[in-house]
């Protein structure tokens, strides 16, 4: 390993490593423009030069082109490289306007930072100032070409990063400028890192415009919720309201980014419809005054009735203490054990999913950008966790290849191979791609349930001659692969998928390649929701018993079936037929205008909380502010109104597990939530306060169960007496806007998301003799559902794809994964 003395001080670096590197290891901030950590070196700026003193290279060089080597000697305050770099300075600035006082980048620009510490400060040029015309780039970038120092990080991050090619580098020479060829709407989810990967303020926060600057915000670390990568954020609030979330650099779960919808899905959480104040059966209460009524409700019905006449729900977006407490709730007061998922199949494939999470299988998206091969089966990366998929390109651009088995018109940023598969043909894909990536030497070092499962999977029958060799292919790419990683999701693919990816992960292990899991849940605490939940134990039980009468009360904890299941009208009658429905909930949804009795709940900028992700990384998230109405909101855009009331911070809606303890005593104090905890999983007993775990989290292994390898379940999936040849199978699936809970109260990603559509394979399309662009009725049980179609050739034939999106009532079709007749489907007629 190559050693050199930076400004007097050695330092030992891996080859490879650049100068500008090894002396930040240092702490040693060589200035610069169009270097980033993650996009590598240009040398584009000229802003790195530093001098070699010593060494295989002399004179003035940039230190982000120059490799460490031995023996060299570099100096960064030599008056040569000063000078130089203080002339670069003086070049850029003879153009750059001077509107700090106006440009959002003012206090955390580096250009600003670099021109102040460079001594620059007096412009000698007197011609006239380059100018350029800004363009319209959506409602989350504000452009502003003119303070453009044409570093081309944009360019690089966006089109070699990210794989989107709608902006880009124009005009040549002196009339270079970075934009896209005509206004409009940018196509990248990732484009809001432009805000951070541009050195000065050509692109600028739009939605935060004008808000504040930086010094202005209170701004702590904290957890993205909009899926179930846990990404690491920072948290911008000024007067009591989130206006801003920024990056925060992780390098095992988001690397330097995040995705728009992580970016911009706050405002949920300052939306004016935003519960906070108490009801009870319609009428304003304290807070207090309803966890009271809430009490003697909830004791008289179990006098009545008994305990188990109440029942209990939460979700994948609770903290693990909401979770945990809620759960430890229906223990000690005997009621019927929480349920987190719409239906038992679910809540398998997510509890199998987390239990073949080992350790030494799980890997970071760090990892998978490393990776030699992705098979990806039951998974739509870029609109189930974009990030993954912007993970997955870096792999690609470093030679990996990707496999991608699943029945939707999966679409991502880089070129892959899809092998589009029915929901039901999911694990026989897999299971003969097994058969072609493993060898019987393999499977019997496996150990001797490895060695029966290889001989009982299917070697492909039923699999078209097509997809067969495309199969085959990808095995004997996967036999020599050293770094594999097999993504799996847990939306559309059946319970035992996630088994045999894992299987298939283990077998590989045996191989001596380094494989890896990487699986998606549905939702931000889904593993914490799987760890807690009993076998089988979901939504369709709580409805199952509210009809036959045995179920009295119901306690919602931060969910909102109405919205996420899929009978509507089935679950509304069994609500109205509750004698007590009690929510608690920081979002203004269909579940909480229902309720009897009301607790606004605080969200996790106020509360904060712990969450495991997808990888059983435990991570915790700080209170970013003590909540309270925005300013905007009380005061009507004045000072607000001097008095104590509810709006205040501090006053408003509490955490939910304080609460939820509330319910069973009102004198338990709200911090005994870490023994309520510890009565139900025992490993949060041993695990450090919030206020001292790590930056990165920690591993949570307690849900982990090796003895779950291997498991022969091919009888269940082989079994194909559900599906109907004059059927079409409706499945209802994620997208990247317009779909997650809490992001679908963003107004400025509402005017990106697409809208609402109906997806078929032309073969079936032909069938039903409908076009790309038809208006088509769906015809089902709860009713018939109009929406446009598309038609496309790169999905499973004999399916109908349709999203949950906010503006599309697909909760008529009354069951996800139903199969409906085909002449149920047809042309919708004018009204």
Known sequence: MPKLIIDHREIEVAPGTKVIEAA????????????????????????????????????????????????????????????????????????????CPVCDEGGHCLLQDMTISGGHGIRKFPGPKRTYPDQYLGPLLQHEMNRCIHCYRCVRFYQQYCGYLDLGVMGSADRTWFGRFEDGILQSPFSGNLTEICPTGVYTDKPSRFFGRRWDYQRSPSICLNCSLGCHTVAGVRYREIKRIETRVSATVNGHFICDRGRYGFFYASDPSRPRQAMVDGRRVSTA?????????????????????????????????????LKALCRRQAWQAPVFFADPSRTEAVKTACARLEPELAVSLHEVEKADFILAVGADPLNEAPMLALAMRQARRNGAGILVIDPRPVTLPFEFDHLPATPADLPLYLAALIRRAVDRDTANRAGTAASHLYDVLPAGDGISAEHADRISSAGKTLRHCRRPVIVCGSDVAMPQVAGLAADLAVYLQTARQKAGLFVLLPGPNAFGAAMLSEAGRSWQQVIEGIENGTIKALVVAESDPLQELADRRRLEQALNNLDLLIVLDYIDSPTTQKAHILLPSATIFEAGGLFINQQARLQAAAPAFAGGQPISQSGGGDHPARNYAAGIPGAGPQPAWEMIVALADKNTRPMDDRIWQAAVTAEIAGLPPLDDLADEGLRFEAAADAGRRFKDEVASWLDKSGRQNDSLQVIVVDWTFGTEALSAYSSCLQKIEAPPCALMHVTDANDLKLSDGDLIEIKAGGGSLQLPLRVVDNMSAGIVVIPRHRKLQWQLLEAEGAFIRKDLIGKATAA
């Open 289 to 325: 005054d309803a966890l009271e009524t809430a009490r003697k409700r909830l004791a008289d019905i179990g006098r009545q009735a008994g305990p188990g006449a109440i029942a209990t729900a939460g979700s994948a977006r609770c903290s693990l203490q909401t979770q945990a407490v």
């Open 24 to 99: 930040e290891r240092l702490g040693i901030m060589i200035p610069r423009f169009c270097y980033h950590p993650a996009l590598g070196s240009v040398g584009a700026c000229r802003m790195c030069a530093v001098q070699f003193l010593e060494g295989p290279v002399k004179g003035v060089q940039m230190s982000c082109m120059v490799e460490a080597q031995d023996g060299m000697v570099v100096s960064t305050t030599d008056e040569e490289a000063v000078d130089f770099r203080r002339q670069v300075i003086e070049w850029l600035m003879v153009n750059h306007p001077h509107d």
